[in-house]
């Protein structure tokens, strides 16, 4: 049966690059993916392409593709990644100016394009958020971004019209590999049942070494062998929508049904109804097994009908917000961190500073957790060493900074020892999200050669 | 015994939702697993964390529950004030729960 070799080159958009080079040189390869756009990245990347018109993609993607494309041209590899991200047509001809520098010669690059729905924004005002359930409109901030999540349907094209290279913008996850299945396989983008096993392939290289032992380790229950050199993933995927998950033999990590089972329900909500553009699909009745060390099979994905609408992220300036820290050791730690709350927060109202929303953690007692930690009071002693964190979301920036102060004020007018304040005031890029009817989306592929 | 001693867990976010599996890392606790963690005992372990609901799926063929929590990230991955805006870490609270045997 026909079978295709996809790698997991990237999990993040600044993941590392020597496991996917290893995976190229020696996993016999047909494609390899880098997924790396988180939720808020394309809103960012908007920002950086207002400031320059060629920017706006992947800040990686020079450093990548000097290093990859001569062993995808040697090996005959071909590339799917997202790192386009805001402006997939200058990262193509960015990629095309690499391969000349290179002397590469006879490489297709193609830039998927549709996603950017930015300049028609105000035809969707009245679309409801899923977040607030407001009427975009109503949206507090300057929106700034605005991308569809695209299917496979683009990556498909350019394939069919012999692209090496294929980048896009802000495509769904999996569709990075549903892509090159649909191509190599014909098979029709309406057969569900084979999209939705596409689609969990997908799902499983995208976060590169999270189904190889990567985020696994948990000393003693789950160990991990030579985690620090963790392999990127290899996806074999047969025409009948088999998937096998395995990794390098000299790579570090790890392939067993305990990796895959993690990394098949990671952020899916309803396993029996995962929706993407492509497919809704279904996990509930997904099995795993050992097949050999190292390599999982995977079978029982299934799919239905799409739902017809695309997910899109609206980015918009929300807030400011400051984070500033400060240090107390020994014993009376927990106890002298408390005196410094206590002391920020009266200054905070005394001083009447403005703020949205005000958060005080004590990291090592209950950051993570929040008040679900062991209460300490009365045993504060037990603490070695206490972090007083305060965050607070603010509309300017000055307000953010005033916060900050009253933090580095402890200094001199807090309580003894304390050390270490670092502080932070970022502005907030935030995330909204509608649902609009594919009917109103086109997507096109252009192409730059050498 | 605590939960970690017989399954695992990890947590994804998707804006202001919070989604942690858990797995059995033997089948023959999968019974009790799913008997003793429930919505509702996870609703009440979260009560300080998650503000929205706890759903949960059963996925047997994988010896697996998924918890969907809504409301459970201060706002969201880009706007929490949280250390921890992914939530990253629940999954380990999550394993912290005492089984009554």
């Known amino acids: 049966m026909k079978k295709i070799r996809i790698g997991g080159g990237a999990g993040y958009s600044g993941d590392r690059i020597e496991p996917a080079l290893e995976i190229m040189k020696k996993g016999d390869l047909d494609y390899i993916i880098f997924e790396c756009l988180a939720e808020r990245t394309i809103a960012l990347a908007q920002q950086q392409k207002l400031a320059d018109p060629d920017k706006g ?6 450093y990548r593709m000097e290093k990859v494309l001569p062993i995808c041209t040697e090996k005959k590899i ?28 006879n490489l297709k690059i193609a830039a998927v394009l549709g996603d950017d729905i930015f300049s028609v924004i105000d035809d969707y005002k009245d679309f409801t958020t899923l977040e607030y359930g407001n009427k ?29 290279i294929v980048i896009t913008g802000r495509v769904t996850d999996p569709s990075l590999v549903i892509g090159p299945l649909l191509y190599e396989f014909g098979w ?30 948990e000393p003693g229950y789950k160990d991990v062998p030579d985690l620090w050199n963790v392999g990127f993933p290899i996806g074999e995927v047969y025409e009948n929508g088999d998937i096998i998950i395995t990794k390098l033999t000299g790579a570090g990590g790890k392939v067993t049904t305990g990796t895959v089972k993690e ?6 909500h309803d396993p029996s109804n995962y929706m993407t553009p492509d497919v809704n699909a279904d996990f509930s009745q997904v099995t795993v097994k050992e097949i050999e060390p190292d390599k999982v099979l995977i079978t029982g994905a299934t799919g239905r009908e799409k739902s017809g609408y695309y997910k899109t992220s609206i980015g918009y300036k929300d807030c400011y917000i400051v984070e500033a ?4 050791g020994g014993s009376g730690a927990f106890e002298k961190a408390k005196l ?111 | 015994m605590k939960l970690r001693e017989i399954a695992h867990s990890r ?49 047997p063929s994988l010896g697996a529950l998924n918890f969907v929590m809504t409301n459970a990230l201060g706002g969201g991955v880009t706007r929490s004030l949280s250390l921890d805006r992914h939530g990253k870490s629940l999954s380990s609270f999550l394993l912290e729960i005492e089984l009554t045997t």
């Open chain 1, 57 to 62: 993609f992947n800040e990686l993607l020079e």
């Open chain 1, 78 to 105: 071909k590339v799917i990644t997202n790192m386009g991200a805001a402006n997939p047509v200058s990262g193509a001809r960015l990629v095309k100016d690499i391969a000349v520098l290179l002397g590469i010669k």
């Open chain 1, 136 to 164: 975009l409109s109503e949206i507090n901030g300057q929106i700034i971004s605005a991308n569809v999540y695209l299917g496979a349907e683009g990556i498909q094209q350019a394939l069919q019209n012999g692209a090496d």
């Open chain 1, 188 to 217: 029709e983008i309406d057969d569900y049942d084979l999209l939705g096993k596409a689609t969990l392939a997908g799902h499983l290289l995208e976060c590169g070494a999270q189904v190889t032992g990567g985020y696994f380790a």
């Open chain 1, 263 to 268: 990394q098949i329900l990671y952020e899916i």
């Open chain 1, 325 to 328: 820290e400060i240090s107390y």
């Open chain 1, 340 to 450: 410094a709350c206590d002391i920020v927060e009266k200054r905070i109202r005394h001083t009447d500073l403005s703020f949205q929303e005000l958060k005080i953690d004590y990291i090592g007692v209950n950051s993570l957790f929040f008040s679900s930690a062991p209460d300490l009071s009365g045993k504060g002693s037990s603490c070695n060493e206490v972090r007083l964190r305060v965050a607070g979301r603010t509309k300017l920036k000055e307000e953010g900074i005033m916060i900050g102060n009253e933090v580095e004020a402890l200094y001199t007018n807090g309580p003894a020892g304390g050390g270490g304040v670092r502080i932070n005031v970022n502005e907030i890029v935030s995330i909204a999200s509608i649902l609009i009817p594919i009917k109103d989306i086109e997507t096109h592929v252009i192409f730059e050669e050498v």
């Open chain 2, 11 to 59: 947590t994804g976010d998707k804006g202001n939702i919070s989604n942690i599996s858990l797995i059995v890392y033997n089948m023959d606790d999968y019974e009790l697993v799913k008997e003793q963690i429930t919505a509702i005992k996870v609703e009440e372990w979260f009560q300080n964390v998650v503000k929205g609901e706890v759903i949960r799926y059963e996925i």
